[in-house]
């Protein structure tokens, strides 16, 4: 078992490194006690087959200590010579080229620069206690005073600091020896199972090799954006100082413009994302305005427990399991031999941040996908901006979609169906063919199967539906556009999806056809089934492959046949009908039930009540001569959102 | 040709049914699973003594909000996993309103699986075997089985006996349906449809 070191270690070394400019300082190791040093096998970190191993050798961002070797052994950093059998390497060796030497890129290899060690060690009680908090103390009980959680307040903050000081180092502020150690940099991150957010970068769906391949090109690519984004805010006047690693994350951006978006759309530097969503959001408005209530709401919740902190608790662990910031550590206790736990800070962080929406806004609660989407949030933002920014999310980007009876999700399914209809028919008339009754169903009311397959695209904002990179710049997209990103993106997927949609109904189809030729029971609802499953399965997988944030954008914003031309008057528009056809809609049922007493529900009405109030509602508040059946429902949303505009006004 | 049978999983939130699937499929364990938002699919085919079997697995989220997503997903299903956990009350109790969605959709066309998962916590275990074996009566289960997905106990016999009891929904035209190489395959390989669409314009 490999010993372990709390938080404390890499984050009082990381402290140290962000004030004197980080990968530069080169302090002599005086202080052995406090200084930790990374002494990673390789094997160790491939074969970690315990988690627990995994994540005691991943220590975060930059250091740990190997029990298997003696503590003051080995330093890494300038002039340390490895063993051809052993790499040694943190997180910002990923960055700095003092990392292990790719072992998938021999020939290109170069000597290892000599360059001033990173390490930096904090002397020796400069350091409060707090920083060790995490390896001392075993999983906090619900009983946090409001000091321990200033205290874990400020641990997650230095965590996200020092994931920020990595993703910082890993771009143009490192730009001169990028130009000599450039290869040697890049590829050193292709030994780690980890990519720079913390997550895993192997899945189901990704392989080892086909991540490195993948991240060999981008790397490049996000090194040349960030020098982009450098000069680009200078251009602005925002930046101020933009030599070398001085460079700070700006806090504000250029007003909109074509070129922004442009900028945006090819990716927000990582480092700056956590800054840039938010003032893109107006969150900085958002916290003006609420100045000390997050701290009130911390201090209301502190020992609240009901419903929603229990469905709470029960997610807190399952949000990122596979990102070490996210892990609780494992040690043993020195003096008494047991195994101990602690619990990451950014989990701390997280519980408080829902504790507090839940607290804040009891409409909603919370919602299950709210783990995500605060927890991605917290790796770029301090929790009371990202509490903030789940507020602007929930209020005004996503309204309704994680209320009470997820009415929401419904409704931005039903406006998905409508944009694909619209926009990528061949795909409609696959999706179509998943519809059994087409007579008596209207899609925008009871939704085709499929369009549960699309609910986390929106619930989670595509996190753990796309891979973390293209998420990421879904998200940039989504903070600076609106909400019609989400809509745009989701058809560029379907586009993409389009031909293996097409050709594997056919087969489904064709294969039970031919089965089940002589079956009396072969018919068109047996079919729907079989390919409902199909389906299912290829809409469901295929996003988790597209690694590659680029080309889903080229897909999304190309000229010719992409989406860029959907409109946030269009979706709003479509989002309007929608929810509201489907209110009225319940308001009938409602009524109906409560003729018929509480426990009918729709599905308990006959056929023939059915039919009766498809009908009715169809003559409510469908255009008449656009009848809104999934059979003849003509999809021309646009003139009829002009129609709607121009009556309007 | 494989006989297809669609099972869905239900229970509480954090009961273990993504990883009572994951234990099937793929015979893993990891402590914790990314919650399950919305609805996810898997497929396995299970090769039996006398027949193989195509199963289809819908895995569910387990929040209380979610259920109203839930309804259609059961509509046309075989079997329903109706999952709780030993050492938690409230996911017992819910086992009865679970079964209780499956029979408004399905009435007693569904064969309901009850699932008491985490056996191997036995100090913090609040659900007794007896306790689940009445539910399991009460609410009409045809399986009742205590499962730990943590060391595999039961997994595999859990989709034995579901297989077993599994219907045969081939029996009308029997074997001589099965792949049947000598039929002429059907070349009118669907012009999709596009009688309905018209969409392009």
Redesign the interface.
Known sequence: MQGSVGFGGAIASSLEGDREGLAGSAKPVDGAASARVATIKNGDVRNGDS?DSEFSNVNLGSVSVVSDEPPSGRKIGAGHSREPSESTYSFLDFYTSNGSPPREDESKREEPVQEEPFLVVSKRGEEPDDARLGSTKAIPKRTESLMSTRTSRNSAERIRSNIESDLKSSSASHLPSVKNTGQLKRTSFLTSDRDRYGFKKTSNHISESKYNAWWKEYSVYVVRRKMKWEKFMNKSGLSGHSSGASFKAPSRFPPKSDDLKRFVRKGIPAEWRGNAWFYFAKGPEKLKENKGKYDRLVEETLNLVNENTE?IE??L??????NIYFTNKTSVNQETGLVEESESPLIQSLRRVLYCFSQHNPAIGY???M??IVGLLLIFMEEEKAFWMLVIITERLLPGIH????EG??VHQGVLLTCI??YL??V???I??TIKD?QNTDILL??P?LS??T??WF??IFI?VLPIESTLRVWDCLFYEDTKTLFRISLAIFKILEPSL?SA??TA???H?????????SNDSDDA??VT?EL??LI?NTPKTLLDANSLMETCFKKYNGFGHVSQDEINNCKKYVANKRQRYHEMIQKRTSAFGSDVDR??LSEEERRRLLAESMGLYADKKVGLRA??W???LSGRVKRIQSRLS | MLTKYKIVFLGDQGVGKTSLITRFMYDTFDAHYAATIGIDFLSKTMYLDDKTVRLQLWDTAGQERFRSLIPSYIRDSNVAIVVYDTTNKESFQSVAKWCEDVKAERGANVIICLVGNKSDLVDKRLISTADGENTAKKVGAKVFIETSTKNGYNVKNLFKKIAKLLPDLNQDDGEDANDGAIETIDIRTEPTENAEGGCQC
């Open positions: 988690r469905a029960k997610d662990h399952r949000t990122f399991p596979d919602c299950q996908s783990n995500f209320d009470i009876n997820l999700v419904s209809k619209q028919p061949q409609w008339t696959v179509n063919s087409k009871d939704l199967p549960f397959c609910t986390s619930m989670s753990g097409i109904a056919q189809k064709s294969r056809r031919h089965s089940s030729r002589s079956s009396i029971y089934d079989m499953a299912f399965q469901q599905r308990a059979s003849n003509n999809g021309r």
